[in-house]
């Protein structure tokens, strides 16, 4: 673009946390580049301000699914089918930056589909790619963000149709899987008993090689979705750093409690009409609940830890928000009103 060569460049790189895809853009670095152009030398410095970031992002990708299951005369499980369509982040990538042709399969939009640890005799799962003129980019846990909502809501619907309890029917599908069920039961053991007027929602979820189950405790005031308490139980294999790794499930359930219960993007005539926290909310010191992390001991090779938190968070949610009401939440965020 500028036709400087690599030896005449300088990369100053701040020690700084994950920016979860953002980061991996460069359109930031092709503005200040073309400014510095035109500027015959001058020092530049660019600065979005967060009406530009929000208006101007990569945006997570739109996404839908549709379930179906089989079950036989004992409540057992015989089918299951899955059918999803979103947009491909790997693709708009790969053009975006590289200027390369987009197109082929992409596995982030099955992740968290297709590798279920769930045990079904038969099972289908499809996906189809549906291009979108708006710019996706990778949102913290990418293609396991949505589809946990998907199936982890899934379960619980499944279970309601069989007769059995949703923590003993995800017993029953994970028999084979012990890693699985030590963070299902130390979950459960943690959380305990729900307070009178709350209700435990449960979720379990593997990604990036982690294993995490959540268990989150709602409540509902006049209509508004309240989430007092997330209990986490994660195996990523050896605890390298314990601490951190309590850190960043903190963290996880926050982010992925706002993009719950508020984050929104919508668009007007091609433009998008969020443009900073007053009409785009994130969760506030006031509304975060306790989180609370099980670290499982193991002897497995350490693995991903940045993300796995995240995906159980909308449907462990979801799934307490139908005990108390009765009413199943299909879409996100999730709302009462």
Not at 142 to 157: L, R
Not at 162 to 172: D, L, P, S
Not at 242 to 258: C, D, H, R, T
Not at 286 to 301: D, F, G, K, R, Y
Request: glycine share 8%; proline share 6%; hydrophobic share 45%.
């Amino acid at each position: 673009m500028a036709g400087v060569g690599k030896e005449h460049v300088t990369v100053h790189v701040t020690y700084l946390g994950g920016g979860f895809g953002r980061r991996l853009e460069i359109d930031m670095v092709a503005q200040a580049v073309a400014i510095a152009m035109a500027a015959a030398g001058a020092p530049v410095q660019v600065i979005w301000s967060r009406e530009e970031d929000t208006t101007h992002d990569m945006y997570r990708p739109a996404a839908l699914a549709r379930f179906s299951a089989s079950l036989d005369g004992n409540g057992q499980v015989i089918g299951f089918d899955c059918k999803s369509a979103s947009g491909s982040i790997t693709q708009q990538v790969i053009k975006r930056t590289f200027g390369l042709p987009s197109g082929g399969p992409d596995k982030t939009t099955v992740e968290g589909e297709f590798d279920l640890p769930y045990e079904f005799p038969n099972q289908r799962i499809a996906h189809v790619i549906a291009p979108t003129p708006v710019p996706i980019g990778y949102w913290r846990s990418v293609g396991h963000s949505h589809n946990a909502f998907f199936t982890e809501s899934f379960i619980d619907e499944i279970a309601l149709a069989a007769g059995k309890n949703e923590v003993v029917f995800r017993r029953e599908l994970l028999k084979n899987h012990p890693r699985h069920l030590a963070v299902l039961d130390a979950a459960l053991a943690k959380a305990g008993s729900a307070p009178a007027g709350r209700a435990h929602g449960v979720a379990l979820h593997q990604s990036f090689g982690s294993i995490v189950a959540e268990v989150a405790e709602v409540s509902i005031n006049a209509r508004n979705i309240v989430v007092h308490r997330v209990v986490c139980a994660v195996d990523c294999g050896i605890a390298v750093n314990p601490n951190l790794i309590a850190q960043q499930m903190e963290s996880a359930v926050i982010f992925g409690l706002s993009a719950a219960l508020f984050g929104e993007i919508t668009l007007q005539d091609g433009k998008v009409q969020q443009d900073n926290f007053s009409n785009y909310p994130v969760v506030r010191m006031h509304q975060a609940p306790l989180v609370e992390t099980v670290i499982i001991a193991s002897t497995e090779a350490p693995e991903g830890i940045g993300e796995p938190g995240l995906p159980p968070v909308a449907p462990a949610v979801a799934n307490a928000i139908f005990k108390l009401t009765g009413t199943r939440l299909r879409s996100l965020p999730l709302r009462l009103t």
